[in-house]
């Protein structure tokens, strides 16, 4: 709950490259902003924090720390929520038992995560790291839906400061591969419910052996719930086909998936993928492969390293290296190091990975360092026409002219776990052939499925409150923006037609029903990149995963990166949730500086959060001085633009620090040099003439470590001190900022 300890705004703390970027900056936010009688406190929300908060029976008093989560998951539903939230790890198997192993190291007696469970007290242990696993932060912070969307200024400096792109040849042989049957998309059942209702999922086999999956999910009337499965015989038989097809194609075999938000559906259907790849392998050597813990569905970096302790491990390894070789080229994470797609299921994300590769010109990287065209296999069809339909239209019309072309904007369904977010716990493998369904307290079966041992099933729902708040956020923006606006859903597919039974009278009775379109997914690509080639701009209405998909695809197409976007969650009890651009915690930026000492993360989009977040504060506590400070953010954030001071991509070249600098600097002469309030206006003078005197000095000092290797103590979990000196290396910048 907000009480008198809680900061005016939370900061998050978090992972990797904008934790790294915060032990710079914050200290400016707060320096700054307590001159305004702001305060800025953080919450840990990081991987290693909630491991410890979760972990606490082992550790000593100084050691344990507070579930920050859960205390952040509270406040977000008062109105006075204000929170600036990073973007964090959500973290795959490998993670987890890596920032598990560093904090094992730095001596917290933390367990470490049982792979295969057998005893009560190792089921309980699975179950509380499973909490922590995958998207465990963003749905319990999200209590409200999304609105992401370039600032003007942010787009207008991308049209006239184009980044590179590559070309788009017409013969490209780069294409997308999915099912198309048998797959959720397929499968879908979809149902409003009348009334409140409690369900349990339950699997019936044929002689009527019942096994109760999930007891006691609860929904209130109005909620749309779905449930689907993948048969994993069909999913088996396409990536066979895939990799067959790749081999003869000469096209690099590559996989997209979001393991890390799907946290339970997709790190399986990876595991396919690997056992697929490796089929032989898993032929000839499935007992030892068992015996030595080999799990496919942590990806192919893991089970190598379970291999090596398997008595016939050369043979073994031997083995997987033939399988690969006879394979299709894979595409690489890191060509150098021999890290394919498929080693870890949190290197290759869906929402950044294909925009990655379109904004290529089709290419990801082979492993002989070079880049190639790729199969792009996306086994579920419900998004996959999406990226196909993308690529159609790179392919007939070339890149993207980014000089030129208008923004796609997005409101996403996203308040209260909808939709995907919230099948975490409803997703299950089928323990045997059978029927899966869902039946309601009165008795009626909801929904039913005829599956097979394995199959994934899962259940997603999304509540009556958040769709009509969604709407209306639709129809809000729609008004300030004058814009083309697109309910991007499929009336023949099973949860769309549910929605659009909210959609439709909502719009009519606002009287704005002819301001929307409503499209497939597929249609409104194509109609969406053809808005944006004539220059002008479109709202992307979608689900939670089309927002996540399409808030990296257009971002990172017309700014180079989705790092720049402005990312509000208009919280559903009043609060506000500011979030810093749309991608994600960038592990190759962290290489970067612990290698050469050079920080390439762009702060952009925390410019832009803590701008919208002082505004908010102004406004909802009646405090003019947040105002002011806010709009002189807005300010600070153009003059880094005007100026070009973003960080560089290279070491040697003015990066994330410098750009702090800069951006203290200016928000100092915004301040400074406003006139609504006079004593800020003194306060920050003499602060803005100090920064920019020492320019040559601060610069400099900035620039002197870059080139060596930077120990910030960890990397899960650094050492504050540690990352302080390699993060505010001047003195003098550090005095001025205090
Ligand atoms: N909101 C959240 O909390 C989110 C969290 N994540 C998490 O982040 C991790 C990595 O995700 P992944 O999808 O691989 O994405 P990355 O964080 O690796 O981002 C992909 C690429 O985008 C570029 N990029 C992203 N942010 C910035 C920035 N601020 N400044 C400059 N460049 C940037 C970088 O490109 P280049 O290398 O070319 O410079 C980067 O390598 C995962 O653990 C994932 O779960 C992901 C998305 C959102
Ligand atoms: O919640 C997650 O795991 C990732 C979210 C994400 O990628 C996004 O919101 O863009
Ligand atoms: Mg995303």
Same mark, same amino acid.
């Given at each position: 709950m907000a009480n008198s300890n809680t900061p005016d705004i939370i900061y998050t703390k978090v992972d990797e490259a904008p934790e790294l970027a915060s032990a710079s900056l914050l200290p400016i936010v707060k320096t700054f902003a307590a001159a305004a009688g702001v305060s800025v406190g953080t919450r840990d929300i990081s991987l290693a924090g909630r491991i410890i908060a979760t972990f606490p029976e082992g550790l000593s008093e100084d050691q344990r720390q507070s579930d920050d989560l859960a205390a952040l998951g509270e406040l977000v539903k008062t109105p006075t929520a204000n929170v600036i939230k990073l973007p964090n790890i959500s973290a795959s198997v490998p993670q987890l038992e890596e920032a598990v192993a560093e904090l094992q190291a730095k001596g917290y007696n933390i367990p470490s995560y049982p792979a295969d469970p057998q005893t009560d007290a190792e089921k309980d242990i699975r179950a509380r790291f499973d909490a922590i696993k995958g998207s465990a932060v963003n749905p319990v912070l999200r209590e409200g839906n999304s609105d992401r969307r370039a600032a003007k200024a942010v787009k207008a400096y991308a049209q006239s400061n184009p980044h590179r792109m590559g070309k788009w040849a017409s013969d490209s042989k780069t294409h997308v591969s999915t099912m198309g049957a048998n797959d959720f998309f397929s499968n879908e059942k979809s149902a409003t419910l009348p009334a409140a209702a409690t369900a349990r999922i339950e699997l019936v086999e044929a002689d009527g052996t019942t096994t109760v999956l #999930?007891?006691?999910?609860s929904y209130p009337a109005g909620t749309v719930v779905d449930a689907t499965f993948m048969s994993v015989k069909a999913l088996s038989a396409f990536l066979a086909a895939q990799i067959t097809e790749a081999k003869e194609q000469g096209v690099l075999f590559s996989l997209h998936m979001k393991a890390t938000m799907m946290k339970v559906s997709d790190p399986i259907i990876f595991g396919y993928a690997v056992r697929a790849f490796l089929a032989p392998v898993f032929d000839q050597y499935a007992g030892e492969l068992a015996a030595a813990g080999a799990n496919p569905n942590a990806g192919l970096g893991s089970l190598l390293e379970a291999v090596?302790?398997?008595? #016939?491990a050369a043979e073994i390894t031997a083995a997987i290296e033939a399988a690969l070789k006879d394979g299709p080229p894979m595409y690489m994470v890191n060509s150098d190091k021999g890290i394919t797609n498929l080693h870890v299921p949190s290197d290759v994300i869906i929402d950044a990975s294909m925009p990655a590769l379109i904004r290529a010109g089709g290419k990801g990287w082979g492993p002989d360092g070079n880049e190639a065209d790729a199969k792009c296999v996306i086994p579920d069809s419900s998004y996959a026409p999406v990226y196909a339909a993308s690529i159609a239209d790179c392919k007939a019309n070339g890149a993207l002219d980014v000089a030129t072309a208008g923004t796609v904007q997005n409101v996403g369904l996203m308040a209260q776990k909808a939709e995907e977010y919230g099948s975490h716990p409803t997703t299950f493998e089928a323990p045997a052939d059978g029927v899966i369904r869902m039946v309601l307290d009165n008795g009626d079966v909801l929904h039913e499925h005829t599956v097979e041992k394995g199959d994934i099933w899962r259940s997603a729902s999304t509540r009556q409150a958040p769709i009509e708040d969604w709407v209306q956020l639709a129809i809000d923006r729609q008004a300030l923006e004058g814009c083309e606006a697109i309910f991007w859903l499929d009336e023949n597919r099973a949860h769309d037609a549910e929605l659009l039974k909210y959609v439709r009278p909502l719009l009519e009775k606002a009287g704005v029903a002819d301001k929307f379109q409503i499209m497939t997914p597929e249609a409104a690509t194509v109609q969406s990149f053809a808005t944006i080639r004539a220059g002008k701009n479109s709202i992307a209405i979608t689900g939670n995963v089309l927002r996540d998909y399409l808030t990296d695809l257009f971002p990172i197409l017309e700014l180079g990166t989705s790092a720049k976007m402005l990312s509000i969650v208009k919280l559903m009890q009043g609060g506000g949730l500011f979030e810093t651009g749309a991608g994600g915690s960038a592990p190759k930026h962290v290489e970067q500086l612990h290698g050469e000492n050079h920080l390439r993360w762009d702060s952009l989009g925390e410019f832009c959060a803590l701008g919208e977040s002082l505004k908010f504060l102004g406004q909802t506590r009646d405090n003019p001085k947040a105002l002011v400070l806010g709009e002189a953010v807005d300010a600070a954030t153009q003059g880094i633009l005007d100026n070009d001071k973003s960080p560089g991509r290279k070491v040697g070249q003015p990066d994330n620090r410098d750009s702090h600098y800069f951006f203290a600097r200016y928000w100092a002469e915004a301040l400074a040099a406003q006139s609504d309030d006079a004593e800020l206006a003194a306060h920050f003078a003499p602060i803005a003439s100090a920064l920019a005197e020492a320019e040559a000095e601060i610069t400099a000092d900035l620039a002197a470590p870059q080139g060596k290797p930077a120990d910030t103590g960890g990397y899960y979990r650094n050492d504050d001190a540690k990352t302080a000196a390699v993060m505010r290396p001047s003195k003098a910048l550090n005095d001025i900022i205090g």
């Amino acid at each position: 709950m907000a009480n008198s300890n809680t900061p005016d705004i939370i900061y998050t703390k978090v992972d990797e490259a904008p934790e790294l970027a915060s032990a710079s900056l914050l200290p400016i936010v707060k320096t700054f902003a307590a001159a305004a009688g702001v305060s800025v406190g953080t919450r840990d929300i990081s991987l290693a924090g909630r491991i410890i908060a979760t972990f606490p029976e082992g550790l000593s008093e100084d050691q344990r720390q507070s579930d920050d989560l859960a205390a952040l998951g509270e406040l977000v539903k008062t109105p006075t929520a204000n929170v600036i939230k990073l973007p964090n790890i959500s973290a795959s198997v490998p993670q987890l038992e890596e920032a598990v192993a560093e904090l094992q190291a730095k001596g917290y007696n933390i367990p470490s995560y049982p792979a295969d469970p057998q005893t009560d007290a190792e089921k309980d242990i699975r179950a509380r790291f499973d909490a922590i696993k995958g998207s465990a932060v963003n749905p319990v912070l999200r209590e409200g839906n999304s609105d992401r969307r370039a600032a003007k200024a942010v787009k207008a400096y991308a049209q006239s400061n184009p980044h590179r792109m590559g070309k788009w040849a017409s013969d490209s042989k780069t294409h997308v591969s999915t099912m198309g049957a048998n797959d959720f998309f397929s499968n879908e059942k979809s149902a409003t419910l009348p009334a409140a209702a409690t369900a349990r999922i339950e699997l019936v086999e044929a002689d009527g052996t019942t096994t109760v999956l #999930k007891d006691g999910v609860s929904y209130p009337a109005g909620t749309v719930v779905d449930a689907t499965f993948m048969s994993v015989k069909a999913l088996s038989a396409f990536l066979a086909a895939q990799i067959t097809e790749a081999k003869e194609q000469g096209v690099l075999f590559s996989l997209h998936m979001k393991a890390t938000m799907m946290k339970v559906s997709d790190p399986i259907i990876f595991g396919y993928a690997v056992r697929a790849f490796l089929a032989p392998v898993f032929d000839q050597y499935a007992g030892e492969l068992a015996a030595a813990g080999a799990n496919p569905n942590a990806g192919l970096g893991s089970l190598l390293e379970a291999v090596e302790s398997a008595p #016939k491990a050369a043979e073994i390894t031997a083995a997987i290296e033939a399988a690969l070789k006879d394979g299709p080229p894979m595409y690489m994470v890191n060509s150098d190091k021999g890290i394919t797609n498929l080693h870890v299921p949190s290197d290759v994300i869906i929402d950044a990975s294909m925009p990655a590769l379109i904004r290529a010109g089709g290419k990801g990287w082979g492993p002989d360092g070079n880049e190639a065209d790729a199969k792009c296999v996306i086994p579920d069809s419900s998004y996959a026409p999406v990226y196909a339909a993308s690529i159609a239209d790179c392919k007939a019309n070339g890149a993207l002219d980014v000089a030129t072309a208008g923004t796609v904007q997005n409101v996403g369904l996203m308040a209260q776990k909808a939709e995907e977010y919230g099948s975490h716990p409803t997703t299950f493998e089928a323990p045997a052939d059978g029927v899966i369904r869902m039946v309601l307290d009165n008795g009626d079966v909801l929904h039913e499925h005829t599956v097979e041992k394995g199959d994934i099933w899962r259940s997603a729902s999304t509540r009556q409150a958040p769709i009509e708040d969604w709407v209306q956020l639709a129809i809000d923006r729609q008004a300030l923006e004058g814009c083309e606006a697109i309910f991007w859903l499929d009336e023949n597919r099973a949860h769309d037609a549910e929605l659009l039974k909210y959609v439709r009278p909502l719009l009519e009775k606002a009287g704005v029903a002819d301001k929307f379109q409503i499209m497939t997914p597929e249609a409104a690509t194509v109609q969406s990149f053809a808005t944006i080639r004539a220059g002008k701009n479109s709202i992307a209405i979608t689900g939670n995963v089309l927002r996540d998909y399409l808030t990296d695809l257009f971002p990172i197409l017309e700014l180079g990166t989705s790092a720049k976007m402005l990312s509000i969650v208009k919280l559903m009890q009043g609060g506000g949730l500011f979030e810093t651009g749309a991608g994600g915690s960038a592990p190759k930026h962290v290489e970067q500086l612990h290698g050469e000492n050079h920080l390439r993360w762009d702060s952009l989009g925390e410019f832009c959060a803590l701008g919208e977040s002082l505004k908010f504060l102004g406004q909802t506590r009646d405090n003019p001085k947040a105002l002011v400070l806010g709009e002189a953010v807005d300010a600070a954030t153009q003059g880094i633009l005007d100026n070009d001071k973003s960080p560089g991509r290279k070491v040697g070249q003015p990066d994330n620090r410098d750009s702090h600098y800069f951006f203290a600097r200016y928000w100092a002469e915004a301040l400074a040099a406003q006139s609504d309030d006079a004593e800020l206006a003194a306060h920050f003078a003499p602060i803005a003439s100090a920064l920019a005197e020492a320019e040559a000095e601060i610069t400099a000092d900035l620039a002197a470590p870059q080139g060596k290797p930077a120990d910030t103590g960890g990397y899960y979990r650094n050492d504050d001190a540690k990352t302080a000196a390699v993060m505010r290396p001047s003195k003098a910048l550090n005095d001025i900022i205090g």
